[in-house]
Protein backbone atom coordinates (compact mmCIF):
# COMPACT_ATOMS: atom_id res chain seq x y z
CA UNK A 1 0.00 0.00 0.00
CA UNK A 2 1.31 3.49 -0.77
CA UNK A 3 0.51 6.77 0.79
CA UNK A 4 1.15 10.53 0.09
CA UNK A 5 1.09 12.77 2.72
CA UNK A 6 1.24 16.48 2.27
CA UNK A 7 2.04 19.17 5.13
CA UNK A 8 -0.06 21.76 4.79
CA UNK A 9 -0.54 25.27 6.84
CA UNK A 10 -3.78 26.49 6.31
CA UNK A 11 -2.97 30.18 6.99
CA UNK A 12 -0.50 30.17 3.86
CA UNK A 13 -1.94 29.95 0.66
CA UNK A 14 -1.81 26.46 -1.74
CA UNK A 15 0.12 25.58 -4.24
CA UNK A 16 3.24 25.13 -2.40
CA UNK A 17 3.84 22.58 0.21
CA UNK A 18 6.08 19.65 1.75
CA UNK A 19 5.19 16.17 0.57
CA UNK A 20 6.26 12.17 1.96
CA UNK A 21 5.52 9.23 -0.46
CA UNK A 22 5.39 6.08 2.17
CA UNK A 23 5.46 2.76 0.82
CA UNK A 24 4.96 -0.41 2.62
CA UNK A 25 8.31 -2.22 2.97
CA UNK A 26 10.15 1.00 1.22
CA UNK A 27 11.95 4.14 1.98
CA UNK A 28 9.65 7.16 2.38
CA UNK A 29 10.35 9.63 -0.10
CA UNK A 30 10.03 13.01 0.64
CA UNK A 31 10.53 16.30 -1.60
CA UNK A 32 8.17 19.59 -1.56
CA UNK A 33 6.51 21.70 -4.63
CA UNK A 34 3.39 22.63 -6.41
CA UNK A 35 0.33 20.43 -6.26
CA UNK A 36 0.84 20.05 -9.84
CA UNK A 37 3.76 17.96 -9.49
CA UNK A 38 3.06 15.57 -6.23
CA UNK A 39 3.74 11.69 -7.04
CA UNK A 40 0.40 10.48 -8.94
CA UNK A 41 -1.11 6.95 -8.02
CA UNK A 42 -0.65 6.94 -4.89
CA UNK A 43 -3.76 4.40 -2.88
CA UNK A 44 -4.49 6.89 0.04
CA UNK A 45 -3.64 10.63 0.15
CA UNK A 46 -3.40 12.66 3.52
CA UNK A 47 -3.37 16.15 4.24
CA UNK A 48 -1.36 16.99 7.77
CA UNK A 49 -2.31 19.94 9.13
CA UNK A 50 0.62 21.56 11.99
CA UNK A 51 -0.22 21.01 15.66
CA UNK A 52 -0.22 24.68 16.53
CA UNK A 53 -3.34 24.85 14.01
CA UNK A 54 -5.79 22.40 15.21
CA UNK A 55 -7.31 22.66 18.66
CA UNK A 56 -9.21 20.13 20.71
CA UNK A 57 -12.09 20.98 23.05
CA UNK A 58 -14.03 18.38 25.06
CA UNK A 59 -17.85 19.01 25.64
CA UNK A 60 -20.78 17.58 26.34
CA UNK A 61 -23.30 16.61 23.81
CA UNK A 62 -26.63 15.10 23.37
CA UNK A 63 -26.79 11.80 21.34
CA UNK A 64 -28.83 12.92 18.84
CA UNK A 65 -25.75 15.83 17.90
CA UNK A 66 -23.00 12.93 18.29
CA UNK A 67 -22.33 13.79 14.45
CA UNK A 68 -18.94 13.92 11.91
CA UNK A 69 -19.75 17.32 11.32
CA UNK A 70 -22.19 19.75 10.97
CA UNK A 71 -23.60 23.53 12.30
CA UNK A 72 -24.62 22.09 15.52
CA UNK A 73 -21.46 21.53 16.61
CA UNK A 74 -19.84 24.65 15.59
CA UNK A 75 -22.36 26.36 17.83
CA UNK A 76 -21.06 23.70 20.36
CA UNK A 77 -17.48 24.87 20.09
CA UNK A 78 -18.34 28.57 19.99
CA UNK A 79 -18.47 28.85 23.56
CA UNK A 80 -14.79 27.86 24.11
CA UNK A 81 -13.62 29.53 20.79
CA UNK A 82 -15.48 32.94 21.77
CA UNK A 83 -15.44 33.31 17.75
CA UNK A 84 -17.86 32.62 14.40
CA UNK A 85 -18.77 29.83 14.38
CA UNK A 86 -18.76 30.23 10.29
CA UNK A 87 -15.04 30.46 10.80
CA UNK A 88 -14.23 27.16 12.17
CA UNK A 89 -14.16 23.62 10.87
CA UNK A 90 -15.90 21.90 13.82
CA UNK A 91 -15.57 17.77 13.62
CA UNK A 92 -16.80 15.17 16.08
CA UNK A 93 -13.75 12.89 16.85
CA UNK A 94 -15.11 10.42 19.65
CA UNK A 95 -15.83 10.25 23.32
CA UNK A 96 -13.01 9.95 26.37
CA UNK A 97 -14.21 10.42 29.84
CA UNK A 98 -17.70 11.18 29.24
CA UNK A 99 -16.92 13.77 27.21
CA UNK A 100 -17.03 14.37 23.49
CA UNK A 101 -14.21 15.65 21.91
CA UNK A 102 -14.42 18.41 18.69
CA UNK A 103 -11.44 18.95 16.72
CA UNK A 104 -11.00 22.74 15.54
CA UNK A 105 -9.36 24.49 12.85
CA UNK A 106 -9.78 27.36 9.91
CA UNK A 107 -12.59 26.83 7.89
CA UNK A 108 -11.15 29.73 5.17
CA UNK A 109 -8.04 27.63 4.89
CA UNK A 110 -9.70 24.02 4.37
CA UNK A 111 -11.59 25.53 1.74
CA UNK A 112 -8.62 27.02 -0.10
CA UNK A 113 -6.96 24.09 -0.02
CA UNK A 114 -9.92 21.53 -0.70
CA UNK A 115 -10.30 23.63 -3.85
CA UNK A 116 -6.19 24.01 -4.90
CA UNK A 117 -6.32 19.92 -3.97
CA UNK A 118 -9.64 19.28 -6.33
CA UNK A 119 -8.16 21.83 -9.30
CA UNK A 120 -4.56 19.84 -9.62
CA UNK A 121 -6.96 16.17 -9.58
CA UNK A 122 -5.78 14.91 -6.09
CA UNK A 123 -9.38 13.25 -4.62
CA UNK A 124 -10.60 11.10 -1.82
CA UNK A 125 -8.16 13.02 0.65
CA UNK A 126 -8.29 12.31 4.21
CA UNK A 127 -7.09 15.18 6.75
CA UNK A 128 -5.11 14.87 9.26
CA UNK A 129 -3.35 16.52 12.53
CA UNK A 130 0.28 15.84 12.71
CA UNK A 131 -0.12 15.96 17.13
CA UNK A 132 -2.27 12.74 16.53
CA UNK A 133 0.10 11.24 14.95
CA UNK A 134 2.44 10.59 17.72
CA UNK A 135 2.10 6.93 19.00
CA UNK A 136 -0.89 6.62 21.83
CA UNK A 137 -0.49 4.22 25.09
CA UNK A 138 -3.00 4.20 27.63
CA UNK A 139 -1.06 5.64 30.69
CA UNK A 140 1.56 7.42 28.98
CA UNK A 141 1.98 10.86 26.86
CA UNK A 142 3.85 11.30 23.88
CA UNK A 143 5.47 14.38 23.02
CA UNK A 144 7.61 15.68 19.54
CA UNK A 145 10.55 17.83 20.50
CA UNK A 146 12.56 20.41 18.43
CA UNK A 147 14.41 21.79 21.47
CA UNK A 148 12.37 24.78 22.19
CA UNK A 149 8.82 23.90 21.34
CA UNK A 150 6.75 20.72 19.84
CA UNK A 151 3.78 19.49 20.32
CA UNK A 152 1.71 16.32 22.88
CA UNK A 153 -0.55 13.91 22.37
CA UNK A 154 -2.98 13.57 25.42
CA UNK A 155 -4.98 11.40 24.50
CA UNK A 156 -6.57 8.75 21.66
CA UNK A 157 -8.37 12.00 20.25
CA UNK A 158 -5.84 15.00 22.18
CA UNK A 159 -2.75 16.96 22.33
CA UNK A 160 -2.25 20.40 21.79
CA UNK A 161 1.02 22.07 20.77
CA UNK A 162 3.48 23.40 23.20
CA UNK A 163 4.81 26.86 24.39
CA UNK A 164 9.11 27.22 24.36
CA UNK A 165 11.07 25.26 27.32
CA UNK A 166 14.65 24.35 26.89
CA UNK A 167 16.97 21.73 27.87
CA UNK A 168 16.26 21.61 31.57
CA UNK A 169 13.14 23.65 31.72
CA UNK A 170 10.10 22.02 30.27
CA UNK A 171 7.36 24.12 28.56
CA UNK A 172 5.10 26.01 31.30
CA UNK A 173 1.82 25.11 29.28
CA UNK A 174 3.45 21.38 29.78
CA UNK A 175 2.93 21.54 33.74
CA UNK A 176 -0.57 23.22 33.54
CA UNK A 177 -1.82 19.94 31.26
CA UNK A 178 -0.24 18.02 33.72
CA UNK A 179 -1.48 19.41 36.62
CA UNK A 180 -5.37 19.45 35.17
CA UNK A 181 -4.74 15.98 34.40
CA UNK A 182 -4.14 15.54 38.27
CA UNK A 183 -6.75 17.15 39.69
CA UNK A 184 -9.24 15.22 37.49
CA UNK A 185 -7.41 11.85 38.06
CA UNK A 186 -5.87 11.31 34.41
CA UNK A 187 -2.35 11.84 34.80
CA UNK A 188 -0.07 9.73 32.64
CA UNK A 189 2.46 7.63 34.36
CA UNK A 190 5.43 8.77 32.08
CA UNK A 191 6.07 11.32 29.20
CA UNK A 192 7.91 9.72 26.49
CA UNK A 193 9.54 12.23 23.96
CA UNK A 194 10.73 12.13 20.64
CA UNK A 195 13.18 14.80 19.78
CA UNK A 196 13.72 16.35 16.54
CA UNK A 197 17.15 15.12 16.43
CA UNK A 198 19.43 13.77 19.47
CA UNK A 199 21.14 16.94 20.15
CA UNK A 200 17.27 18.66 20.35
CA UNK A 201 16.76 16.28 23.24
CA UNK A 202 16.87 17.81 26.49
CA UNK A 203 17.83 16.91 30.47
CA UNK A 204 15.43 14.15 31.16
CA UNK A 205 16.57 14.12 34.47
CA UNK A 206 15.82 18.35 35.24
CA UNK A 207 12.63 17.37 33.64
CA UNK A 208 10.98 14.23 35.03
CA UNK A 209 12.35 16.54 38.63
CA UNK A 210 10.20 19.65 37.60
CA UNK A 211 7.04 17.34 36.33
CA UNK A 212 6.70 15.18 38.80
CA UNK A 213 6.93 12.23 36.71
CA UNK A 214 9.25 9.74 34.59
CA UNK A 215 10.64 11.59 31.23
CA UNK A 216 11.76 9.28 28.71
CA UNK A 217 13.63 9.87 25.86
CA UNK A 218 12.85 7.83 22.88
CA UNK A 219 16.27 7.53 21.37
CA UNK A 220 15.74 7.17 17.17
CA UNK A 221 14.17 10.43 17.03
CA UNK A 222 11.48 8.71 14.29
CA UNK A 223 8.45 8.88 16.10
CA UNK A 224 6.18 11.40 15.77
CA UNK A 225 7.69 12.60 11.88
CA UNK A 226 4.83 12.90 10.16
CA UNK A 227 6.53 11.64 7.06
CA UNK A 228 7.78 8.54 8.69
CA UNK A 229 4.77 7.76 10.81
CA UNK A 230 3.03 3.90 10.42
CA UNK A 231 0.70 4.02 7.08
CA UNK A 232 -2.87 3.40 9.66
CA UNK A 233 -1.12 5.84 12.33
CA UNK A 234 -3.57 8.86 13.57
CA UNK A 235 -7.39 10.01 14.06
CA UNK A 236 -8.97 11.57 10.39
CA UNK A 237 -10.50 14.79 11.12
CA UNK A 238 -12.27 14.81 7.26
CA UNK A 239 -12.59 12.23 5.07
CA UNK A 240 -13.18 13.49 1.18
CA UNK A 241 -15.07 10.68 -0.54
CA UNK A 242 -13.61 9.77 -4.18
CA UNK A 243 -15.67 10.85 -7.27
CA UNK A 244 -17.84 8.03 -8.73
CA UNK A 245 -16.84 6.94 -12.06
CA UNK A 246 -17.69 3.95 -14.38
CA UNK A 247 -20.88 3.06 -12.45
CA UNK A 248 -23.73 3.96 -15.54
CA UNK A 249 -23.85 -0.14 -15.80
CA UNK A 250 -24.71 -0.14 -12.00
CA UNK A 251 -27.59 2.21 -12.82
CA UNK A 252 -30.33 -0.13 -12.63
CA UNK A 253 -29.25 -2.30 -9.38
CA UNK A 254 -28.92 1.37 -7.44
CA UNK A 255 -32.35 2.77 -8.14
CA UNK A 256 -34.38 0.49 -5.00
CA UNK A 257 -31.01 2.25 -2.88
CA UNK A 258 -31.27 5.68 -4.45
CA UNK A 259 -35.22 5.35 -3.57
CA UNK A 260 -34.23 4.32 0.10
CA UNK A 261 -31.52 7.14 0.57
CA UNK A 262 -33.90 10.07 -0.74
CA UNK A 263 -36.82 8.43 1.63
CA UNK A 264 -34.01 8.67 4.62
CA UNK A 265 -32.65 11.84 3.44
CA UNK A 266 -36.30 13.46 3.58
CA UNK A 267 -36.49 12.26 7.15
CA UNK A 268 -32.53 14.16 7.91
CA UNK A 269 -33.99 17.35 6.32
CA UNK A 270 -36.88 17.50 8.44
CA UNK A 271 -34.95 16.54 11.72
CA UNK A 272 -32.39 19.19 10.97
CA UNK A 273 -34.61 21.85 10.19
CA UNK A 274 -36.19 20.88 13.75
CA UNK A 275 -32.78 21.10 15.05
CA UNK A 276 -31.70 24.44 13.38
CA UNK A 277 -34.99 26.13 14.67
CA UNK A 278 -34.43 25.17 17.74
CA UNK A 279 -30.05 26.02 17.97
CA UNK A 280 -31.82 29.49 16.43
CA UNK A 281 -34.07 30.30 19.23
CA UNK A 282 -31.27 29.09 22.02
CA UNK A 283 -28.87 31.78 20.39
CA UNK A 284 -31.76 34.40 20.32
CA UNK A 285 -32.36 33.83 23.95
CA UNK A 286 -28.32 34.47 24.53
CA UNK A 287 -28.46 37.25 22.66
CA UNK A 288 -31.80 38.96 24.57
CA UNK A 289 -29.94 38.04 27.87
CA UNK A 290 -26.61 39.95 26.81
CA UNK A 291 -28.60 42.96 25.53
CA UNK A 292 -30.63 42.84 29.10
CA UNK A 293 -27.50 42.56 31.30
CA UNK A 294 -25.60 45.30 29.44
CA UNK A 295 -28.75 47.18 29.80
CA UNK A 296 -28.71 47.01 33.49
CA UNK A 297 -25.22 47.71 33.53
CA UNK A 298 -25.13 50.82 31.28
CA UNK A 299 -28.77 52.18 31.36
CA UNK A 300 -27.77 55.44 29.27
CA UNK A 301 -27.40 53.43 26.30
CA UNK A 302 -29.73 54.15 23.17
CA UNK A 303 -29.11 51.58 21.04
CA UNK A 304 -27.72 47.91 21.71
CA UNK A 305 -26.52 46.88 18.14
CA UNK A 306 -23.99 44.47 19.47
CA UNK A 307 -23.87 43.77 23.45
CA UNK A 308 -20.38 42.18 23.97
CA UNK A 309 -18.47 44.97 21.64
CA UNK A 310 -20.24 47.72 23.46
CA UNK A 311 -19.51 46.04 27.01
CA UNK A 312 -15.62 45.62 26.15
CA UNK A 313 -15.72 49.66 24.99
CA UNK A 314 -17.63 50.38 28.36
CA UNK A 315 -14.94 48.84 30.17
CA UNK A 316 -12.26 50.15 28.34
CA UNK A 317 -13.64 53.62 28.90
CA UNK A 318 -14.10 52.83 32.60
CA UNK A 319 -10.56 51.78 33.11
CA UNK A 320 -9.39 54.82 31.19
CA UNK A 321 -11.40 56.87 33.19
CA UNK A 322 -10.16 54.88 36.63
CA UNK A 323 -6.68 55.80 35.04
CA UNK A 324 -5.93 52.00 34.47
CA UNK A 325 -4.49 50.75 31.01
CA UNK A 326 -7.11 48.33 28.74
CA UNK A 327 -5.74 44.99 27.17
CA UNK A 328 -6.72 46.52 24.00
CA UNK A 329 -4.56 50.04 24.74
CA UNK A 330 -1.39 49.85 22.76
CA UNK A 331 1.08 49.82 25.72
CA UNK A 332 -1.01 46.27 26.85
CA UNK A 333 -0.71 45.30 22.89
CA UNK A 334 3.45 46.59 22.50
CA UNK A 335 4.25 44.74 25.98
CA UNK A 336 2.24 41.37 24.45
CA UNK A 337 4.45 41.64 21.33
CA UNK A 338 7.25 42.40 22.38
CA UNK A 339 7.09 39.84 24.27
CA UNK A 340 6.50 37.25 21.35
CA UNK A 341 8.75 38.93 19.16
CA UNK A 342 11.99 38.30 21.43
CA UNK A 343 13.47 35.77 19.52
CA UNK A 344 13.25 37.72 16.04
CA UNK A 345 16.69 38.68 14.28
CA UNK A 346 17.80 42.52 15.33
CA UNK A 347 16.68 45.37 13.03
CA UNK A 348 13.42 42.91 11.96
CA UNK A 349 11.43 45.47 13.21
CA UNK A 350 10.55 47.68 10.30
CA UNK A 351 7.22 49.59 11.07
CA UNK A 352 4.73 49.91 14.37
CA UNK A 353 1.40 51.58 14.28
CA UNK A 354 -1.53 51.40 16.53
CA UNK A 355 -5.09 51.46 14.65
CA UNK A 356 -8.35 51.23 15.17
CA UNK A 357 -7.93 47.62 14.27
CA UNK A 358 -5.18 47.14 16.69
CA UNK A 359 -1.80 46.87 16.49
CA UNK A 360 0.03 46.39 13.45
CA UNK A 361 3.65 45.65 13.29
CA UNK A 362 5.37 45.03 10.26
CA UNK A 363 9.25 43.23 10.22
CA UNK A 364 11.26 42.05 7.21
CA UNK A 365 13.88 39.19 6.82
CA UNK A 366 11.91 36.31 9.11
CA UNK A 367 11.37 32.95 7.90
CA UNK A 368 7.70 31.26 7.98
CA UNK A 369 8.97 29.76 10.94
CA UNK A 370 10.00 32.84 12.64
CA UNK A 371 6.38 34.57 11.54
CA UNK A 372 4.16 31.45 12.93
CA UNK A 373 6.10 31.44 16.30
CA UNK A 374 5.22 35.05 17.41
CA UNK A 375 1.97 34.22 16.41
CA UNK A 376 1.57 31.28 18.11
CA UNK A 377 2.51 32.97 21.27
CA UNK A 378 0.49 35.69 20.96
CA UNK A 379 -2.93 33.27 20.49
CA UNK A 380 -1.31 31.77 23.77
CA UNK A 381 -1.15 35.05 25.02
CA UNK A 382 -5.13 34.78 24.49
CA UNK A 383 -4.68 37.53 21.90
CA UNK A 384 -6.42 37.84 18.29
CA UNK A 385 -3.96 37.73 15.26
CA UNK A 386 -3.92 38.39 11.78
CA UNK A 387 -0.69 37.36 10.13
CA UNK A 388 0.06 38.58 6.37
CA UNK A 389 2.98 36.72 5.10
CA UNK A 390 5.27 39.14 2.37
CA UNK A 391 3.54 40.45 -1.10
CA UNK A 392 7.21 39.67 -2.30
CA UNK A 393 9.95 37.63 -2.00
CA UNK A 394 12.52 40.04 0.94
CA UNK A 395 9.29 42.21 1.66
CA UNK A 396 7.44 43.41 4.90
CA UNK A 397 5.44 40.40 6.80
CA UNK A 398 2.06 42.21 8.66
CA UNK A 399 0.59 41.14 12.20
CA UNK A 400 -2.62 42.81 13.47
CA UNK A 401 -2.92 42.17 16.98
CA UNK A 402 -6.41 42.88 18.88
CA UNK A 403 -7.52 41.96 22.50
CA UNK A 404 -10.32 39.30 22.42
Not at 125 to 147: F, I, K
Not at 348 to 353: E, G, K, P, Y
Not at 380 to 400: I, S
Request: overall charge negative; some cysteine.
Amino acid sequence: MSLLRLYCSLPDPPPACRWALVNEGRETVVGEGDLGTLPRHARRVQVVLPASQVVFLRVKLPPSRRRPSGQALAFAAEEQTAGDPALNQVRWLGQAGGDDILAVFDQDGFDAWSRALAAAGVRGVEWQAETLLLPWLPGSWQMRWNGTEGYVRTGEFEGVATDCGDATTPPVSLRLLLAQARAAGTAPARIVLHPTAIEAAPDAAAWSQLLGLAVEIEATGDGGDWTLAPLLAGVPLVVQERGWRGLSDLAPRLRTAAWVLAVALALHATLLVGEWASLASQRHSLQAQMEQRFRSAFPEAVAVANAPLQMRRQLAQARHAAGQVDPGDFPALLAHFGDASRDLPAGSLRALSYQSSGLVAEVVGVDAAGLQQVATRLVQAGLQVETQPPATPGGAARFTVQAP
